[in-house]
């Protein structure tokens, strides 16, 4: 069992939790990824690490409900458990040596792209972050961001906060306006890692993406994260999740990743006991 | 008074139409009665040659004998000298080619039950107190995996003294015995005896360990463990290669098994998924293959085991093989599937096959399969279940200085005899080194390498 330190709402979906796992946090590296069963029944699910604290031994993640088991994750408060937490899992993200990069977030998937840029700001590389939203409701991590980035477009589907556009407008602008990276750097909905490696794929710009396919094991044993990469079949588990965007298959994995949504929506209504507005995104 | 009758006293089992509606274990196993009739066909040969096929060599005429004289304790005593998993033994080995392939009696007529006795004893027993626990002897020794080998290398240890802890990556412990083989072959609370047996030994099972990842095998050293046995398997699955392995409702055996076994995706209301399918392909002819099919078919599907050779050639356990025709998995034999279609939104739709003939032998000394043109067809399907092999997992290799693989990625031992890998102090065993084997083999190498890692550490102490 693993107790809850922290828990606080982001925006109405999304959840920032720390939970006690000393050992993980001793090892746990920017684009790794944890799995937790939040109680006995649960199931296994992976969730990227936002933070790691190892004097506290605290591991952060941030999570957006979606289905049921985020659903019953995100009702556990602070000095409560969990049944299951194991890590780290996952590839670090590579990312010494470079001198300027573009980290780009979309919604939730700023949770994951954050810690990468804080890192790389903290090594001395010069940052432009790229962080959209639907909507003002639904930002999070703005000042942190603010901090770490020597250049911030914060972008919304409405206009509603910061400008009105979508993410691969604003790096479209920051390349035609000059601006050379050594990496994009794409964290986010699958559609949105899409599109942004379409962009730079156009300007040759090579562009880094961190994926989030179904698994159980996270050790390559099930093989249900495998995704195709230059045509090859790759295991996002233990060859990722980091992979150069110019070379996944997008279309496949939006397809993969819909598999379980019928029971996903039958087990929500049975949790809530309404429709299944909130799934599906 | 011998027993003269040429077959083996049957097993009571449930009737197939009853059993493809549930998860329940299909071998009711024997009651005292049929157990004693049983023993009575064994001819307590002065030099078995039982003994020589069994990788624990477990003294059989000696156990089945107290049987003959109702003495189940002193049965289960001389069975568990030996063999400290033999509930889980006497259910999966696959006696036929092992101790009972050897059994006189099969000069003229079936074996002696060796397996079914065995469950037997075990199962009589299951309640009995647990031994004292040995004195501890001061060193730890650490267990990678709580799979056959793992737990057959921790019990040894532990009752030799050792404070013995188990390294388990996921969060319950057993490996295959509850990822991968189902409920209706092996119970799952027989394996939690088993494992509560090993508890009352002294061993400290850890899960959410993932040695390789959580932990290196350095820092198990660093952590005063005095030596490293590694049993972590062959987790990592195979796949044909062939085009649309990646659609939608296309598992690994070991990915549609463990939803299944270790999720309990088969209840009603379990949280974990599990594609409902109405037709279900398992490619492959080995005992896996077997455990998937059945399994389908007890969550509803009409099931086909797609296999490239004939029946003669399957790899799978007679046994298993009769099962699931009894429960109604059809075989399409001679058939090589060359791609998986889907539908225009990725959900498989068919398998398109390719007819075979058997050649001359290949490498592996079986009939090779030879494609025959102009013969392709497809299957219509919802669902494909690879169930081709599995290879061990390059965590703890990748993460090892000093640790050799081959180049199937298997650990490559310094010392057979012993066990040992080419790294000191490391010794592994099961399908980490063999690649995908059997739950004895892998308890034989277990057993050995504790045998090993005693005399390692006694060495070091004088």
Redesign the interface.
Known sequence: MFQITAKAFLNPTVVKMSVHAPEVAAKAQPGQFIILRADADGERIPLTMAEADRAKGDVTVIFQIVGAETTILSRKNAGDFIEDFVGPLGIPSHIEGLKKVCVIGGGVGCAIAYPVAKKLHEQGTIVHSVIGFRNRELVILEDEFRAVSDLLRLMSDDGSVGEKGLVTNALEELILAGEKYDEVIAIGPVIMMKFVSALTKKYNQKTVVSMNPIMIDGTGMCGGCRLLVDGAVKFACVDGPDFDGHLVDYDLLMKRNSMYREHEQAHLCRLTGEGAAVVGK | MANKSLVKTPIPELQPEIRVTNFSEVALGYTPEQAKEEADRCLGCKKPPCVAGCPVGVQIPEFIAKIQEDDIEGAAEILKSKNLLPAICGRVCPQETQCEALCIRTKKGESVGVGRLERFVADATLDAAPPPRPAANGYKVAVVGSGPSGLTCAGELAGRGYAVTIFE???KAGGVLV?GIPEFRLPKAIVARELQSLENLGVEIK????VG???TVDELFAQGFAAVFIGSGA???S?L?IPG????GV??A??YL??INL?KAYEKD????V?RAKRVCVIGGGNVAMDAARCARRIGAEVTIVYRRTEKELPARLEEIHHAKEEGVVFKLLTNPLRIEADD??WVKSLHCQAMKLGEPDASGRARPIPIEGSEFDVETECVVMAIGNSP???ISQTTEGLEVNRHGCLVLADEESMLTTRQGVYAGGDAVTGAATVILAMGAGKTAAQSIDQYIRADRV
Do not use: D, V, W
């Open positions: 990556a996921l969060h990822y899960t959410n360990s993932i990842r959580t932990f987790g990592l699955p796949f290669g392995e990646a659609y939608n598992y690994s070991n990915e463990t939803r999720m379990a949280r974990t998924p594609q939104k990725g997992n390059p965590l």
